[in-house]
């Protein structure tokens, strides 16, 4: 078949070089008719969907056509240390059992004991009727009740409504399983009762996910990120996922552009505008135009904050003609130009992302994540071997530079971090003559810097799963609720998803947390405290102090 054909094989150099020519126009060309194919369908079944019919059914295939993961290619086995499970069982209650002293023979000795942790669970109601005294007083007209306990109030206990915060936001229950499985345990609540203990007075919760945010911002001058889709009353939005080493944080916007991605590194604040020299170079770097940028300065305050319509008015008597998108980059350019010059809000240095455009300039540096890169080339399908094979080499080479890599991170030093930027030009600026992988390679190699910050940087890592997993995670609640109807609801989704995440990190039990903050103890340590004292143990930000 000629899909088989090496053109290795021919002598003479011209023909060879038409015929690889001529099979790179080939695989180019079956790509674009793939991605035609694809759109005239989806044309036709909008088409039919207008007319009121429908359009080709949707079934899936058992495995994905084109699989985007590339957990196969990096994997690498590592030793396992498996302890006993049952050391780390607590024992809650010992029971001595002993042997029917009948069944026993007269030369039977004693040898001590055996002993079996059995596990085991007790889920029953525990309804209390509180008796409350009262008193009036004749002379101050006034009637004195005894109060109740700490944590008690309306007719669920507080370790209802934590279980009830734990199994729904932790456990991932849909509302109406777990308004059975409370009923299947002897309570008596409705589904409007269990969606108020879900929602409604959390007002210690949400300062406890403000907290977490600045305390996880102040650990380390690095911060993941990450978006995806989550439904709010029937509207498409955003759910932001900012995390590193000791925290996960979810925030949920209308739009995800660049001025959203600020508001998620400010706590959701609305955004402040300052022109100063930062601003100025941020002006040039989002390709703001030269006239506009002289005429600027002119126009607006040095050093000085202004809010979003101050700046509109600015904008709307002395620039009318302002296109929407040029005013969009210049307030872009001044809300990043604020953030970054201010000192009353921890400030993330550098943030680790994929390579959309949204994140740019929002920080002093920017890191991508490589795996995120490799996607790109495992879009590829070529059509003859020769391509297949050289894919392969690449694979191969792209793999074996991000283990030495990761080696590096384990172990930096100057001399291999040189050989390694060698090695990523080596890699990247070859051509292969598969003309479809040597476009992706120089886009790659366009995003070196970014791509190898690890040499300054040691502490960071090489891809953005964090942030993907906790994305994974709002999108596991996403298929289970569906949406959540009111903005009340959906700070709910993200104060608690963060509370959950949070704590996996930090090795809470979060029921146990939950319990002491309704019942008012705060007998453990805040999120924000425990942030604080592992971020001094794992210098997160050694590279910065150190300095160039």
Known sequence: MVEEFDPNSIEDEGVRQVVISLMNVVDKQDGIIREQAAEMQRLRDEISRLKGEQGKPKIKANKPTTDLSSEKERWQSKPRNKRSKQDQIPIDRVELLTVDRERLPADAVFKGYEDVVVQDLSIRSDNVQFRKEKYYSPSQKRTYVAALPAGYH?????????????????????????????????????????SDMLIKEQEPFHAERAQILEAGLKSSPWQHLDSTGTRVNGHNEHCHVLANPLYTLYCTLPSKDRMSMLRVLQGGADPIFRYNDLAAQLMEQLAITDKWRRLLPTLLPHDQDLTENELDEVLDVHLPKLGVNLRKRVKEALAIAAYRTQSCYPIARLLLCDDAPQFNALTVELALCWIHEYRHYKTLIPRFAHHSLLLQDFDKGFWKLYQDLLDYRDHPDPAQGAALEAAFDQLFGQASGYELLDECKRRTLAKKAHLLMVLSHPEILLHNNPAELGARFRVRKRDVSLQARTREGIGAWDTFQTLVATAKKLGVNLFLYVLDRILGAYALPSFATLIGEQAQLLALGSSWQQGP
């Open 154 to 194: 309306g007719q669920f206990g507080p370790k209802v409504r934590a279980w009830v915060l734990v199994m729904y936001y932790g456990g991932q229950m849909s509302e109406p399983k777990l308004l059975e499985v409370l009923q299947t345990a002897g309570l008596s609540m409705s589904a409007g009762q269990l």
